[in-house]
């Protein structure tokens, strides 16, 4: 079955670059989330988009910003990245908002590394 | 979102039951109980869901008693390939628009053979 695709898996940046992180969600899924998870920490959740409106809003820096397109795919946009923006950067989907119990689906996670 | 607390690790061994618990004193009205696993650097994966009573699935049993201001996660007969994090959360879903997931402090989980 498909599942949600990241990319890129991994990716190494210096301090002040900007980075871009693409998520696929599942086919049919309109519901985006974004989860950062640094290392020895649990998932914090950044951003949600549903039918491509921005749904609700976590611990996001403004900094970051996300949108999802016409094809329900979402960017998450860095910029000004610091050291302590390395971390996990989780994308999951969902058929639907969480309305009665939707589970969520993860993807692999993209790998950032700020130098 | 309701706060959950969970034990921080446990151990068993291959072939036993394991049951984790998860308090959530603040549970509201409207409030679903997920508990996912986690393995090192992957997404966490949905393993159960429940609202009151018992649920089971291929996986996993969830007990929630009358209450419903704890919840027990009961893995049958555990592998070495179970050693993960587990998260229990507690939310009511977003009927209108998405609703985040909060995750707490989840409960390490280390198998031995």
């Known amino acids: 079955a498909a599942g949600v695709i990241q990319s890129p898996r991994h990716l190494i940046k210096e301090k002040r670059e900007t980075a871009t992180l693409k998520c696929y969600p599942i086919?049919?899924?309109?519901?985006v989330y974004w989860y950062q998870q640094g290392p020895g920490q649990d998932p914090q959740f950044l951003i949600s988009?549903?039918?491509?409106?921005?749904?609700d809003k976590g611990s996001i820096p403004d900094r970051f910003s996300a949108q999802q397109f016409s094809d329900y795919h979402s960017e998450l946009n860095m910029s000004s990245l610091e050291l302590g923006d390395s971390a996990l950067y989780f994308c999951?989907?969902?058929?639907?908002?969480?309305?009665?119990?939707?589970?969520?689906?993860f993807g692999p996670g993209t790998r950032l590394t700020v130098l | 979102l309701a706060k959950t607390t969970q034990p921080i690790s446990m151990d068993s061994y291959e072939g036993q039951e394991v049951n984790i618990t998860c308090s959530h004193n603040?549970?509201?009205?409207?409030?679903?109980i997920t508990w996912y696993q986690q393995f090192p650097s992957q997404g966490p994966r949905f393993i159960i869901q429940?609202?009151?009573t018992k649920v089971t699935n291929e996986v996993a049993s969830l007990f929630i008693p009358a209450d419903r201001k704890s919840s027990t996660l009961s893995l049958p007969r555990v592998s070495l390939s179970d050693t993960a994090v587990y998260y229990c959360?507690?939310?009511?879903?977003?009927?209108?628009?998405?609703?985040?997931?909060?995750f707490g402090s989840g409960t390490r989980l280390s198998i031995r053979p």
């Open positions: 999951a989907s969902s058929l639907g908002p969480l309305a009665g119990g939707n589970e969520q689906f």
């Open positions: 086919p049919r899924h309109d519901t």
């Open positions: 988009f549903y039918e491509k409106m921005q749904s």
């Open positions: 603040n549970i509201a009205t409207n409030d679903y």
């Open positions: 429940g609202y009151k």
């Open positions: 959360l507690v939310g009511a879903p977003g009927y209108s628009s998405a609703s985040k997931i909060i």
